[in-house]
């Protein structure tokens, strides 16, 4: 494990038996979830196998077997989208993105879009959201649009003391992508990055976002949106 590097009272010998008995831990967890899955009776509601196939890919990609990891996820990517269960999907989305493949960055579009667009948990939508963050150069318009969606979706949806905690998370998130694209570092000249960016308008920003997902996907949704947009819970007046 990288933290250990910096223990200097720690031997080489010492770190490397560390990490052999993390692996062999990680592996015995690995073993478990599949043991579950194959104990599931035949009627095991589906999002149960599904989250259990998700414990095991994030395990698959602990243990660096990146390939093995991408394979289960978009499986499950593709059952969780024919059930309906968003959040599996864009849980399946996180670690395709995260097991770093080819189409790995299309994944992360796929996985935002449907965070986006239906009422999952929002740390998770902004944890995809800042995934999309980390991967954009600094003075990207790409990262103040996603880090504005951010904060949109938490006041939207996050509830009780996650909200606070999300909220200042995703505030921060927007401070340091205003730095990273204008230097910006005092509250008035921050008020206004954030008007001339557009980021208080949602009509505004979020069809900016949808513009960079269409270029990081390239024409090339692994889904109907239109068919996917027409199942969004209708909201109640």
Not at 97 to 121: M, N, R
Request: some cysteine; proline content about 4%; aromatic content about 8%.
């Amino acid at each position: 494990m990288k933290y250990l590097e910096s223990e200097a009272f720690i031997g080489d010998n010492e770190c490397s038996e560390d990490a052999v008995k993390s692996s062999k831990l990680l592996a015995l967890r690995l073993d478990e979830k599949r043991d579950a899955l194959a104990a599931l009776p035949p009627n095991a509601p589906i999002e149960q196998r599904l989250e259990l196939d998700l414990e095991s890919g994030y395990l698959l990609l602990d243990l660096d077997r990146a390939q093995e990891a991408y394979g289960l996820a978009k499986a499950v990517l593709e059952r969780a989208l024919k059930e309906t269960l968003w959040l599996r999907a864009v849980e399946a989305c996180d670690i395709l993105y995260q097991a770093e493949q080819p189409d790995s960055i299309k994944a992360l579009a796929h996985g935002i879009w449907l965070g986006v667009t239906f009422p999952i948990d929002p740390a998770l939508s902004v944890a995809m959201l800042q995934h999309l963050i980390d991967e954009t150069p600094d003075k990207s318009d790409g990262a103040a649009v996603a880090a504005a969606a951010a904060c949109y979706i938490v006041d939207i949806r996050a509830l009780n003391a996650d909200r606070e905690e999300l909220k200042f998370f995703t505030n921060q998130l927007l401070g340091q992508v205003a730095r990273r694209h204008s230097q910006v570092e005092e509250q008035e000249i921050f008020d206004f990055w954030v008007e001339r960016m557009e980021l208080n308008d949602p009509t505004k920003f979020l069809p900016r976002l949808a513009k960079v997902l269409d270029v990081i996907i390239d024409d090339d949704w692994w889904f109907d949106r239109d068919a996917l947009r027409a199942m969004i819970p209708a909201t109640e007046d």
